[in-house]
T-cell receptor
Framework: NAGVTQTPKFRVLKTGQSMTLLCAQD?????MYWYRQDPGMGLRLIHY???????AKGEVPDGYNVSRLKKQNFLLGLESAAPSQTSVYFC??????????????FGPGTRLTVL | QKEVEQDPGPLSVPEGAIVSLNCTYS??????FMWYRQYSRKGPELLMY????GNKEDGRFTAQVDKSSKYISLFIRDSQPSDSATYLC????????????FGTGTSLTVIP
């Protein structure tokens, strides 16, 4: 199993450009998450999904949109990139709540720079 | 006040030392407690997982949860240079689908 994979690994954008980050998981998890990680700020939740076709806002959703058309994929979109969105983005998936364990599995991250 | 507080360090210890990493929290509903290890330029990986109170041991790592004090710890015995990483604590409430609560991470360097 590949676990959680993210595409691309690195990207440089100019202000105003758009892009989509792809997250894929092969563990059949219901829940998926997008975080950003900035120095001194820890992991901050952008958006999350509790199942195919559902999405919800997290702590810092402004400037981002998401879609979960297939259970195994969770897409994060930036419609008009801003320098404040320079960050490392992590996707995570989670076993369905209520089972004997409750943890998130992370992808390797996408390093995004917005000039 | 943040839900989870963690001293960011940095922490620097000699090889072979015992390391103690800690987090405090404010939400008494937390039942699941986790420690993640994150190497530089990598994603967090699950290191230890504990449900409710008590201790859990896995090799050189021991996780402790004290729910009465709202305090969790990770101990690393016989620390190795390969343990150099950032350690994040995380917690969650059972049967809530939305969010884990993460500490900001403690940076650890083990000096050979």
């Amino acid at each position: 199993n590949a676990g959680v994979t993210q595409t691309p690994k690195f990207r440089v954008l100019k202000t105003g450009q758009s892009m989509t980050l792809l997250c894929a998981q092969d563990m059949n998890h219901e829940y998926m998450y997008w975080y950003r990680q900035d120095p001194g700020m820890g992991l901050r939740l952008i958006h999350y999904s509790v199942g195919e076709g559902t999405t919800a806002k997290g702590e810092v959703p402004d400037g981002y949109n998401v879609s979960r058309l297939k259970k195994q994929n969770f897409l994060l979109g930036l419609e008009s990139a801003a320098p404040s969105q320079t960050s490392v983005y992590f996707c995570a998936s989670r076993q369905l709540a209520g089972e004997s364990t409750d943890t998130q599995y992370f992808g390797p991250g996408t390093r995004l720079t917005v000039l | 006040q943040k839900e989870v507080e963690q001293d960011p360090g940095p922490l620097s210890v000699p090889e072979g030392a015992i390391v103690s990493l800690n987090c405090t929290y404010s939400n008494s509903a937390f039942q699941y407690f986790m420690w993640y290890r994150q190497y530089s330029r990598k994603g967090p990986e699950l290191l230890m997982y504990t449900y409710s109170s008590g201790n859990k041991e896995d090799g050189r790592f021991t996780a402790q949860v004290d729910k009465s004090s709202k305090y969790i710890s990770l101990f690393i015995r016989d620390s190795q240079p390969s343990d150099s990483a950032t350690y994040l604590c995380a917690m969650s409430v059972p049967n809530t689908g939305n969010q884990f609560y993460f500490g900001t991470g403690t940076s650890l360097t083990v000096i050979p």
